[in-house]
Structures are given as structure tokens and as C-alpha cells.
């Protein structure tokens, strides 16, 4: 029984020693096809507008407002300051006429009390010498002078240079900036708004050198805000085929600053109007790279990268001379996929690649784990083979192979390069088919 399972184990490992493979790497760009591709149309036009300019004036209106309204209020505050200020100094000169008369009247009463009080004897009378009663000096009220109450001026929205957002984010891959005939692209920035702001707190605990616990504090500052992006898409005959808010861009984002030591310092940055220009900026590019994007996905041809995987087989008593002429031929076929112009070429070396995986699958034997086309070999076959036959727009081949390989179980890694296929394939299949419609 020993020997038995000894040479059993033997033959195993024989086998798989036998067989090997060395998987190439194959690193390509392709044409991705329009989702929403318009007949006829090669060319497009944009406009960049701005929808917020009026925000502006609005803000600046009501800050005029507001600045003339403390100046108005400041004038008419000197104005009764000088009033006051004038009756202050007549009440303090009637005071300071009572003053002397009553201090000349309580002079005069000592001074005949002293006489009174001298006649009798004086200090050797039994007499209580007279005191002179005091009149308290009168002060001049105080009139405290108006000071002019400062507006704040609001943060204005950036009037960006429309020409530059243009030439920098709205260019469809593969069409061309004419007007003639072309996709009128308008594009209209509705201005940054800004959300919630906050300071928040983030404590964290570590060990000290004595071994203690101890908690540390730092602060940093939150703040949301949102720059909507209106596109619309017309067609040269005025059909309106696109007119919605960009994804992404009408809801709020959150920015979080640098962290501070104080509480303070962090209030002291997001109230900052350079923070909030700084936020603003970000924003927008982030947005217009999303409108770009966009664009380029319903009504572009971008060129994509794209890595897959070409597995040569070898054998000590078996030849796979068909996997180096298919190899050879995705090394002629696959490269051309950047270029719609040599699509007959892609189609004549991509014909020969699935050809020569299919003759080797037409000897496919799962269960056989000698067979030349064993499981392992059969399950990356037909990946390739279903990567093939997306290239050669054959979906349900390529559909057909992929349910294949999933009932032979692919390992780890392939089931990574599945996904990415299953996920290309449903957006070719779904591109490719609008276009023919389109066409």
C-alpha cells in the first residue's frame, strides 16, 4: 500500500513537472467607443458660462448698503456728539457760576461767624470754632465720542477666466474643435457655496517614558462647500441630448485643514477668505475634470490602457505550437486596438489568435489531468479566447468562454483578470452596440 501511494505520489509530481508555462504580461491602449455616439458628428463646440456673477453684485450691493448705512449712522452720531458736547460745556458754566456765587456766599458767613467768634474771646471762649461749609467744584460731563461701526466685506465668488476653463478641461477625445457640424457643448458654472464649517477635536492616547497613559488633543477645522456644474449637449440639428448637473458636483464635500494645537489656530485658518479661495479652486478643477471625463464617456473616444495575459504551454513529451503562433499574432493584433484606422489589421491577426486557441480547445479534457489541454490549460485558454473574441466584437463567443472558464473554477489571480474582462466586456458590448445603432 505504501509503495503503492509512493509511486502514485510519484507520477503526480512527474506530471506537473512535466508541464509548465510562462504567462506573458501584454500591456495595450485601445479606443474606447462613445456611450451616446451622435451620426455624422466628428466636430463639437463649447462655451463656458458663469451662472453666479449676479451673487456677486448682490453681495457687493448689500455691503455698499451696509457700509452706508454705518456712515449715515456715524454722521448723525458726531453730529449729537457735538450737541452734547456743546451742552456739556454750557452746563458746566452755569455749574461754575452757582460755584462761585454759592463759595462767596459761605465765605462771607464764615467770615462773620470767625469775627462772632473772635469778639467772644476766641479759643479762650467756651465757643466752638466756626467751620467753613465747602461747595463741591462742579466737573464738566463727559461726552463720549462716536466711533464708525465697520462692515464686514462678504467673501465674493472667483470670476474665473471662462477661455482657460475651456481650452484646459473640454476637449472630446477624438472629435475636433469646429464649429461646423459640430456638438454645441455649454457648460455653465453655477459658483461655489459654501456649507457648514466647524472646528472638531481628535484626542488621541499613547505611553509616556513613565509608562502612563496620557490623552492629547488636536484641533482642525472642517468646512463643506459645493460647485455645481450644469452641462448640455445639442445636437447640430438643435436636438438637446444631454442637460443635467454634472455627477459629483451639486452636492457638498467636506475639506479638513492641517491639525493645531489649539482650537483657536484652526478657527483662525477656515475663517481665512485664502482658505476658502484655496477650497474654491480645488473644487472647480475637481468638477471640470469630472465634466471632461464625462464628456469624453458618452460622446468621446479616449484611448485607454488596458494589461492582459498571454500563457505559453510547454512539455517534456507534448508540443503547443498553436499558443506561440496565437501569442505572436495578439503581439501584432492587440497593439493596433490605439488606432480605429487599422481595424482590418486587428480583425485579420485577431482571426488567427482565436483560431489557433480554438483548434487547441477543440482537444480540451478537464477531467484528464494528463491531457494536453488539461483543466489548467482549458481555463486560461478560454479567458484568452474570451478576450479575443471582445476585440473581434463577437460578445456572445467571448460571453460563452467566460461562462466556460467559471465552470472550471479559475484560481485567484485569474478570477482577478476575469473581473476586469467581465466588467470591459458589459462596457464594449453596451458601446459598440450604440455606435451600430448610431451608424
Known amino acids: 500500500m505504501k509503495i503503492t501511494l509512493l509511486l502514485l505520489s510519484a507520477c503526480v509530481s512527474f506530471n506537473c513537472f512535466a508541464q509548465r508555462f510562462e504567462t506573458k504580461e501584454i500591456n495595450y491602449r485601445y479606443v474606447q467607443f462613445p456611450l451616446m455616439p451622435v451620426k455624422g458628428v466628428d466636430n463639437y463646440n463649447s462655451t463656458v458660462l458663469l451662472d ?3 451673487k456677486n453684485q448682490a453681495l457687493r450691493t448689500a455691503y455698499d448698503q451696509e457700509v452706508a448705512m454705518h456712515e449715515a449712522n456715524y454722521q448723525q452720531a458726531m453730529q449729537n456728539y457735538q450737541m452734547e458736547l456743546n451742552a456739556a460745556e454750557n452746563e458746566y458754566k452755569a455749574a461754575a457760576v452757582k460755584y462761585l456765587e454759592e463759595e462767596a456766599k459761605f465765605e462771607a458767613i464764615y467770615q462773620q461767624a470767625m469775627r462772632v467768634y473772635n469778639r467772644a474771646g476766641g479759643a479762650n471762649s467756651n465757643l466752638v470754632p466756626p467751620t467753613k461749609l465747602q461747595v463741591v467744584k462742579p466737573v464738566k460731563r463727559q461726552v463720549m465720542i462716536p466711533s464708525k461701526m465697520q462692515a464686514t466685506e ?12 475651456k481650452n484646459n478641461h473640454i476637449n472630446v477625445a477624438g472629435l475636433k474643435a469646429v464649429n461646423e457640424n459640430a456638438l454645441q457643448i455649454i457648460v455653465t458654472l453655477k459658483g461655489f457655496e459654501k456649507g457648514n464649517a466647524q472646528v472638531k477635536g ?4 499613547s505611553k509616556n517614558s513613565n509608562g502612563e497613559t496620557v490623552s492629547t488633543t488636536v484641533y482642525y477645522g472642517s468646512v463643506q462647500g459645493k460647485h455645481a456644474v450644469h452641462i448640455q449637449v445639442i445636437t447640430p440639428t438643435g436636438e438637446m441630448i444631454m442637460d443635467e448637473i454634472a455627477v459629483g458636483s451639486g452636492g457638498f464635500s467636506t475639506k479638513n485643514t492641517k491639525q493645531f494645537k489649539t482650537r483657536q489656530e484652526a478657527q483662525n485658518l477656515i475663517n481665512q477668505s485664502s482658505f476658502l479661495r484655496a477650497y474654491e479652486d480645488e473644487l472647480m478643477r475637481k468638477n471640470m475634470q469630472k465634466v471632461g471625463n464625462m464628456l469624453d464617456n458618452r460622446f468621446g473616444y479616449p484611448i485607454k490602457s488596458r494589461k492582459a495575459y498571454v500563457r505559453l504551454f510547454y512539455h517534456k513529451k507534448m508540443s503547443y505550437p ?16 490605439n488606432d480605429l484606422g487599422q481595424r482590418a489589421e486587428v480583425l485579420q491577426y485577431a482571426s488567427k489568435v482565436i483560431e489557433s486557441w480554438e483548434n487547441a480547445m477543440r482537444e480540451s ?3 484528464d489531468k494528463k491531457a494536453r489541454i488539461n483543466k489548467k490549460v482549458s481555463r486560461f485558454t478560454c479567458l484568452m479566447l474570451a478576450e479575443a473574441h471582445m476585440w473581434s466584437d463577437n460578445f456572445a463567443k ?4 467566460i461562462a466556460k472558464m467559471k465552470v472550471l473554477k479559475p484560481l ?23 455606435y451600430n445603432q448610431a451608424n
Do not use: C, F, M
Open 398 to 401: 467571448a460571453e460563452e468562454y
Open 365 to 367: 479534457a478537464p477531467d
Open 154 to 165: 462678504p467673501y465674493y465668488l472667483k470670476v474665473y477666466d471662462t477661455e482657460k476653463i
Open 412 to 434: 485567484v489571480n485569474e478570477r482577478k483578470w476575469l473581473g476586469s474582462l467581465e466588467r470591459l466586456l458589459a462596457s464594449r458590448k453596451k458601446r459598440i452596440t450604440a
Open 52 to 54: 453666479y456673477e449676479h
Open 202 to 205: 481628535k484626542t488621541t492616547k
Open 322 to 337: 498553436e499558443y506561440q503562433i496565437a501569442y505572436e499574432n495578439v503581439l501584432l493584433a492587440y497593439p493596433k486596438l
